[in-house]
C-alpha cells in the first residue's frame, strides 16, 4: 500500500481527520495537497482541543512526517502560529516539512479579498476570508511570490514591488483603501521566512525517496469533492482542486504509486457559504441535524446548512476521484429520527437526474427525489463494532452503499478511534 489518497466526497466538513487518525499507524508520510488555512480540523492533542488550520493533523504522530505539498497557499504567519502553538504543548514540530515551490498568501490578499466579497454584495461567494482565491489567483497569474522567494531578498523585495504598485493602486483608487508598505511586508517576510527556512524542502523528492523504499504515504485533501475550482458548484467553490487527481499534481508524484482512494462521506450534508445544495433542510430537521452533528464552521465559526445525504453526489465524487471505498462519518448523528431521507435523483425542469445535470442553472434547479428509510431510536456511539448497530442503522449504511456504488469499508460513529467500525 505505498500512497493512499484521502478526499471529501461532499462540500467539505465530511471528518477527513477522522481517516487519517485511523490510518496514522500503517502511514510514515501524511501529505496536505491544496487549499490553505480556509481548511481546519479540531483535534484532541495532550489533552488539549485545537484547531488546525494548515498544519495537517499528522504532526500529532511522532513516526510521521507532515508535508505541506506544492499546491497549498501557505500563510507564513499562521503557518508559525500553529507550530507555536503545538510546540508549546511539547509536540515536535521539527518533522514537518513545506515545499519551496508553495505559493505564499499575502497581507494584499487579505485585504483584497475583504473588499471584492464586500463588494460583490447578495452575490457574495461567502468564503472564508483568508486569501485564499486571490492568492490562487495571481499564482495563475504568475505573479505570485512563492516560499522559496523568502531565501532571496534581493528577488522577493524586486517581485513584492512589482506586484504591490497594482495591489496599491486597486486598494486605493478602486476600493478607497488605505496602501499597504513594502518595507513592514518585507520585514515581516524575512522574519517568517528565517523561522521557516529549516523546514523548507523538495518535498517532492522526499516523497519519491520514500516511496522507493517502500513506506506509505497518505495524502490529505482539504474542503471536499463538490468545492472542487473545475468540477465543484461553480463559481460557489474555493480556487484550488480538492479532487484526488490533484494529490499527484500537487505533490509532484506520479499516479502509478496510488492503490487507494477514499472517499470520506457524511451521513448526511452539510455546506457553509453560498451556493446551491438541493437537499438542504431549512426546517426543524435540518436544525436537528446542525445541532446534534455540532455543525459550526472550523474556521469562520458559522453554522452550517444542514440537509441529508444526496446519492447523486457521491456517485458523481465517486466517478471524479475513483474512489476505491468510501469512509461514512457521523452515521450517530442520525439517532432519533423516525425516518430518515435519502436523495436517489433530481428532477429539473420535467426531467429526472441521477448524475449531476449538465448545466449550473439546472443544478440549482433541482428537486430531490427521496426514499424514506427507517429510522432507529438508540445511541450509536457505544458500538465497537458494525454488528453491534441496530438493524435498521445497518440497512442505511448498506442502501447508501448501493446507491454510491462503491464499498463503504469503515462506518464511525463518534470522535475516538475505537468508534471507526470497520464493516463487514
Ligand atoms: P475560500 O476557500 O475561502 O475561497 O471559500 C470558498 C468557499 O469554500 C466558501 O463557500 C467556503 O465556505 C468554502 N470552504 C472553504 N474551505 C472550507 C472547508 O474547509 N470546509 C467547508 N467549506 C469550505
New binding site residues.
Given amino acids: 500500500m505505498p500512497a493512499s489518497i484521502v478526499v471529501?466526497t461532499q462540500?467539505?466538513?465530511e471528518g477527513k481527520g477522522k481517516v487519517t487518525d485511523y490510518l496514522a499507524d500503517q502511514m510514515r508520510f501524511v501529505v496536505r495537497y491544496q487549499?490553505?488555512n480556509?481548511?481546519?480540523h479540531t483535534v484532541v492533542a495532550e489533552g488539549h482541543l485545537l484547531k488546525l488550520h494548515l498544519v495537517p493533523s499528522g504532526i500529532l504522530y511522532s513516526h510521521l512526517t507532515s508535508v505541506i505539498a506544492d499546491g497549498v497557499v501557505v500563510d507564513p504567519g499562521v503557518l508559525l502560529e500553529e507550530m507555536d502553538t503545538l510546540s508549546g504543548l511539547g509536540i515536535d514540530v521539527s518533522r514537518l516539512v513545506v515545499s519551496g515551490n508553495a505559493h505564499l498568501i499575502m497581507p494584499y490578499h487579505l485585504e483584497l479579498?475583504k473588499v471584492t466579497e464586500r463588494h460583490l454584495g447578495k452575490h457574495a461567494?461567502?468564503?472564508?476570508?483568508?486569501g485564499?482565491?486571490p492568492a490562487y489567483a495571481d499564482k495563475a497569474a504568475r505573479i505570485g511570490l512563492r516560499l522559496q522567494d523568502l531565501f532571496d531578498p534581493k528577488i522577493f523585495r524586486e517581485k513584492l514591488e512589482v506586484v504591490l504598485k497594482e495591489k496599491n493602486l486597486l486598494l486605493t483608487k478602486v476600493y478607497n483603501r488605505l496602501p499597504l508598505s513594502a518595507d513592514t511586508i518585507v520585514e515581516d517576510y524575512r522574519a517568517y521566512g528565517e523561522r521557516l527556512r529549516p523546514h523548507v524542502a523538495d518535498t517532492s523528492r522526499l516523497l519519491y525517496e520514500g516511496l522507493r523504499a517502500g513506506e506509505n504515504v497518505l495524502f490529505e485533501g482539504?474542503?471536499?469533492t463538490l468545492?472542487d475550482l473545475d468540477h465543484g458548484t461553480y463559481p460557489?467553490?474555493?480556487?484550488?482542486n480538492p479532487v484526488a487527481g490533484f494529490a499527484l499534481a500537487s505533490a509532484g508524484v506520479g499516479p502509478m504509486e496510488v492503490d487507494r482512494v477514499i472517499g470520506v462521506t457524511k451521513a448526511y450534508v452539510?455546506?457553509?457559504?453560498?451556493?446551491p445544495f438541493p437537499t438542504e433542510d431549512p426546517g426543524p430537521d435540518g436544525e436537528r441535524l446542525g445541532e446534534a452533528g455540532k455543525e459550526f464552521?472550523?474556521?469562520?465559526g458559522?453554522k452550517?446548512r444542514c440537509g441529508w445525504f444526496d446519492a447523486v453526489l457521491v456517485r458523481y465524487a465517486a466517478r471524479l476521484n475513483g474512489l476505491s471505498e468510501i469512509f461514512l462519518t457521523k452515521l450517530d448523528v442520525l439517532s432519533g429520527f423516525p425516518t430518515i431521507k435519502v436523495c436517489t435523483g433530481y428532477v429539473a425542469d420535467g426531467e429526472t437526474f441521477e448524475d449531476v445535470p449538465p448545466h449550473q442553472s439546472l443544478f440549482h434547479r433541482a428537486q430531490p427525489v427521496y426514499e424514506e428509510l427507517e429510522g432507529w431510536d438508540e445511541s450509536l456511539s457505544e458500538a465497537r463494532s458494525f454488528g453491534d448497530l441496530p438493524p435498521a442503522a445497518r440497512k442505511y449504511v448498506e442502501r447508501l452503499q448501493d446507491l454510491a456504488g462503491v464499498r463503504i469499508g469503515v462506518v464511525s460513529v463518534g470522535p475516538a478511534r475505537e468508534q471507526s467500525l470497520p464493516v463487514g
Avoid: Y
Avoid at 452539510?270 to 451556493?275: A, D
Fill in positions: 471529501g462540500w467539505g466538513d487549499g490553505g480556509n481548511a481546519g479579498e461567494l461567502g468564503t472564508t476570508k483568508r485564499i482565491g482539504a474542503q471536499g468545492l460557489f467553490v474555493t480556487s484550488s452539510t455546506r457553509v457559504g453560498s451556493g464552521g472550523t474556521t469562520t458559522r452550517r
